[in-house]
């Protein structure tokens, strides 16, 4: 189930005075079951690119490959690829309209042509992989809690049985234990179901914490595209397009600048103080080791 | 004279079911007693729904108190003769830039607010070129506001409510949509503000790294307010801070992590530097 993009272009109002050329020559893989970060600064390219994902955003210029099928051709299944790989919007809560949460929760399923038990069977399924309690199943939508209101959102999606699941900005203006909740949830889904994640946040510490790979967008272009700990060793020229790395990354560096002998690679709070107990017992836990 | 001050304030709100009939009621904000002084920068943490955008809509009078009282500069919000005098001395930053910005034309959209309060037009554009360079936006004046980054946005919108001259400003949830440098942009512009301007600030945020400058923090609950100190304080209280959904900023969670493992590092870190000066004195 990889995604391929070969030399995109996207170009907002072609031939209008607002044209805008939001992605560049863009060239990537995603590989089946990866963890996959996006991050970059408001305007960077980030939304439209994952747009081109599902098929919603048609590229001005060059190819993507589904499973190695060209989406663009001729006769392709465009709605199998959206069954396929599932959006979840900013603020997908914006978008609950049911009666009650099963409802809403059924709402995609049953769009796909699936039988009523089907339906409630995958969206029984769904609201539990979210941490949804079956208390809540009959209530309105509109009588959750910010959090849970949100979980019901991202099951509506998961009740499709998506093999890609793209997530923009599953946190924003929650509170830290439901930020917390929620990415754990998806990091789960991720080991447990083999689920391809590709999660936008701007939030350095939560990409640091849970993704394999990190994909830099800025203006319209990959800046980088590299594994959590390489990409945050340019901080410095992160910084210069907006962006920033985990606090415990700056940490690293002002210790290695002060003279301890720390690597400035750590990203994770765990991995930080693992060098810093390393450094100050005088390189004894590598002999340990 | 406090800048704000709440006694005993309760807020209801009716509960209804489908057809529209009241079932019940639901107290957002109970019994919440508080005094804000002039100049005091406050932060109001709190999980989602626990009563904290609800009781700062009380600063303004967008929302009155069920019972108890709220008073802005001395005036109780209830009354309607001096609603106008309230709305003007507590002005309201809200969390989408794009809700609050309506104007084509950054200095345009600055002016609504003043020209609303019936200031003369001079005295405006003197408005709008002070806001503006208050929180570092006059450079874009003649631009149009959807051409702005978020972060940027949201400095007009901050310049829109200081071009009425407000002598507190409410902020709720501020950069929950910005990316790293639209935060930074904002709280410096907060910072700013408070500095030069004297104005009272009051933010409330899920960002714990946000609050650390605070000279005090209130955490909200079930509508009440749990704890009230000044950030060290509440931020070496790691346990019962999770019980509230909340959490401490990165750094702190990292000293706490050395110290658990045996290092000897003063508790309620909660400064990058600070972390690295302690560790570097057991280097």
């Not at chain 1, 009588?143 to 019901?152: E, T």
């Not at chain 1, 390489?230 to 397009?241: M, N």
């Not at chain 2, 009282?69 to 309607?80: I, L, P, S």
């Not at chain 2, 400095?155 to 902020?171: F, N, Y």
Request: net charge negative.
């Amino acid at each position: 189930m990889s995604i391929k993009l070969e030399h995109v272009n996207y170009i907002y109002s072609e031939g209008t005075a607002y044209e805008k050329h939001a992605l560049k020559d863009i060239c990537l893989e995603i590989p089946h079951g990866q963890f996959v970060g996006i991050i970059g600064h408001t305007g960077s390219g980030k939304s439209t690119l994952i747009q081109h994902f599902n098929g919603l955003i048609k590229a001005t210029d060059g190819v993507l490959y589904y499973n190695g099928e060209n989406i663009y051709a001729d006769g392709y299944k465009m709605k199998e690829l959206r069954n396929q790989v599932g959006l979840v919007f900013q603020y997908p809560e914006h978008q609950l309209f049911e009666v009650d949460v099963m409802k809403d929760v059924c709402f995609g399923p049953k769009n796909q042509g699936l039988s009523d038990e089907e339906c409630e069977v995958r969206a029984r399924e769904a609201l539990q992989l979210v941490g949804l309690k079956e208390k809540y199943y009959d209530r309105s939508p509109f009588d959750l809690s910010g959090g849970q209101k949100r979980r019901a959102a991202i099951a509506g999606v998961l009740a499709m049985r998506p093999k890609v699941l793209v997530l923009d900005e599953p946190t924003a203006g929650l509170d830290p234990k439901g930020r917390d909740e929620i990415l754990d949830q998806i990091a789960y889904l991720h080991k447990q179901s083999d689920m391809t994640v590709i999660l936008v946040s701007h939030s350095m510490e939560d990409i640091a914490k849970y993704v394999d790979r990190i994909i830099v967008m800025n203006q319209g272009q990959v800046m980088y595209d590299d594994i959590p700990k390489r990409v945050f060793s340019h901080y410095k020229e992160l910084e210069r397009v907006g962006l920033a790395a985990p606090q415990v990354t700056y940490i690293m560096h002002e210790l290695k600048e002060k003279g301890l002998a720390v690597s400035a690679e750590a990203t994770t709070v765990e991995e930080a103080a693992d060098e810093i107990m390393k450094a100050l017992s005088g390189g004894k836990g590598e002999r340990d080791k | 004279m406090s800048m704000i001050k709440t006694k005993k304030l309760i807020f209801e709100y009716e509960k209804r079911d489908e057809e529209g009939k009241v079932i019940g009621m639901n107290r957002a904000v109970d019994e919440v007693d508080l005094k804000i002084e002039p100049g005091q920068f406050i932060a109001i943490l709190g999980h989602n729904g626990s009563g904290k955008s609800t009781l700062a809509k009380h600063m303004n009078a967008i929302l009155v108190p069920t019972e108890g009282t709220m008073w802005v500069d001395g005036k109780d919000t209830r009354q309607e003769e001096t609603l106008w005098d309230v709305r003007q001395s507590a002005g309201m930053v809200f969390q989408n830039p794009d809700n609050q910005i309506i104007g084509t034309v950054v200095e345009e959209d600055v002016g609504f607010g003043p020209e609303n309060l019936g200031i003369p037009t001079d005295e405006i554009w003197e408005r709008v070129e002070a806001s503006l360079k208050a929180v570092g936006m006059i450079e874009y004046r003649k631009s149009s506001p959807n051409k702005l980054s978020g972060g940027q946005k949201q400095r007009v919108a901050i310049a829109g409510v200081v071009a009425m001259r407000p002598k507190c400003i409410v902020l709720d949830e501020p950069t929950a949509m910005l990316d790293p440098n639209g935060r930074k942009e904002v709280l410096r512009t907060v910072e700013e503000l408070r500095r030069r301007e004297k104005v009272t600030v009051i933010l409330i945020t899920h960002y714990m790294e946000e609050v650390i400058d605070a000279d005090q923090v209130f955490v909200m609950d079930h509508g009440h307010i749990v704890m009230q100190g000044t950030p060290r304080e509440i931020f070496s209280q790691v346990e019962l801070l999770k019980k509230y959904r909340l959490d401490v900023p990165q750094v702190t969670i990292l000293a706490d992590e050395l110290k658990r493992r045996g290092l000897d590092i003063p508790s309620g870190i909660l400064r990058k530097e600070e972390l690295v000066e302690a560790l570097c004195q057991l280097n």
